[in-house]
């Protein structure tokens, strides 16, 4: 392993903003499954040596990604996905677990669109993990117009970022029927609401839900076309079929997937989510306005 090292796994829209970011103060590597024409890049043995990983790529692809090419030589790993996992309701946390010791795994949340951070835009950030020494090794490696905090709730930033997406299609919903703000406004925070409680009954803290995490995170996806999540949200209200959205897209909407383990998470353990519970029927061929109707429903 190489000391002192750092690479980008994944070379979508997030891994692209991370490697141009991390690459300001030091030699930063990326990779990812075809070639491209990006400053650093290397094949995927040169990036597994570096001491530091970044890892962005969709939480549906970790699991087999992982099983097919993790080898653990003590890196450091930092978790830049957002999403549960739809058919076992894993959450990413628990599927690192099996290949990455928890003192060497830390997750990266809060509101960042890849499109402003590859511009140099500020933003604020949380590096989320049960090792301190993580955050402030990985933290260093930030540029200045990332600014870092630290958490120890792993889970609730998990949770947070991964229901925002879910929310965010709800609140694309509402944009693309024209609701009107209020509607939207109402969405969001009893959408804000519902995350704390699941992510309560996960053990999660509230205060990251209030934070950079939860609230951050959720009042940009949801309030802007810049949003994958949302613009699913939009194509739905439009009555257009998943797979057409979906293809238009280009890119991974990760609050579809999620919406999947949500509800039967919620189901299993009897959680309150309407919210996210809609949005699941709804990308199951329900009517949007029939979902409105149960929702404003008491
Ligand atoms: N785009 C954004 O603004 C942000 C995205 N994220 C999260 O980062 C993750 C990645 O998102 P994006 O890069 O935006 O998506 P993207 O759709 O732009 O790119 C996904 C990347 O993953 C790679 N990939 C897909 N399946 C793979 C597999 N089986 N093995 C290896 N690589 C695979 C693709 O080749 C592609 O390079 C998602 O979980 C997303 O929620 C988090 C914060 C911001
Ligand atoms: O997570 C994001 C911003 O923080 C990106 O959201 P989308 O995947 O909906 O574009």
Redesign the pocket.
């Known amino acids: 392993m190489n000391k002192n090292t750092i690479a980008v796994i994944?070379?979508?829209?997030?891994?692209?903003?991370l490697h141009f970011a991390l690459n300001k103060k030091q030699k930063c590597l990326i990779t990812?499954?075809?070639k491209r024409e990006i400053e650093n890049f290397v094949d995927l043995e040169t990036a597994m040596n570096c001491e530091y990983l970044v890892i962005?790529?969709?939480?549906q692809?970790i699991r087999?990604?992982l099983k097919q090419n993790f080898k653990f030589k003590g890196q450091k790993i930092l978790v830049?996905?957002?999403?549960i996992e739809a058919n076992t309701g894993e959450f990413l946390n628990e599927i690192y677990s099996e290949f990455v010791p928890e003192k060497n795994i830390g997750f990266i949340s809060g509101p960042?669109?890849?499109?402003e951070v590859i511009k140099g835009l500020p933003c604020a950030l949380v590096i989320n993990s049960n090792s301190k020494k993580i955050y402030k090794e990985f933290s260093v490696f930030f540029p200045n117009f990332i600014k870092t905090y630290y958490s120890a709730d792993v889970i609730g930033a998990e949770i947070a970022?991964a229901y925002k997406?879910v929310l965010a299609i709800a609140s694309g919903i509402c944009e693309g029927l024209n609701l009107g703000k209020n509607a939207q406004a109402s969405l969001i925070a009893r959408g804000l609401v519902e995350m704390q409680r699941f992510g309560k009954h996960f053990g999660a803290k509230k205060s990251s839900f209030i934070g950079l995490s939860g609230a951050g995170d959720l009042f940009l996806t949801a309030n802007s076309t810049m949003s994958?999540n949302f613009r699913v949200g939009l194509g739905l209200a439009q009555n257009k079929p998943l797979d057409v959205i979906l293809e238009e897209l280009g890119?991974?909407a990760?609050g579809v997937k999620t919406s999947v383990a949500i509800h039967s998470l919620s189901e299993q353990h009897s959680i309150y989510t309407p919210i996210a519970n809609e949005v699941y029927k709804v990308l199951n061929g329900k009517s949007t306005q029939e979902s409105l109707k149960d929702l404003l429903k008491n």
Do not use: D, L, M, Y
Request: cysteine-free; aromatic content about 10%.
């Open positions: 994944g070379a979508g829209k997030w891994g692209q903003a990812s499954r075809t962005a790529i969709p939480a692809e087999a990604w830049a996905s957002k999403g960042s669109f890849a499109a970022g997406n994958r890119e991974v990760e």
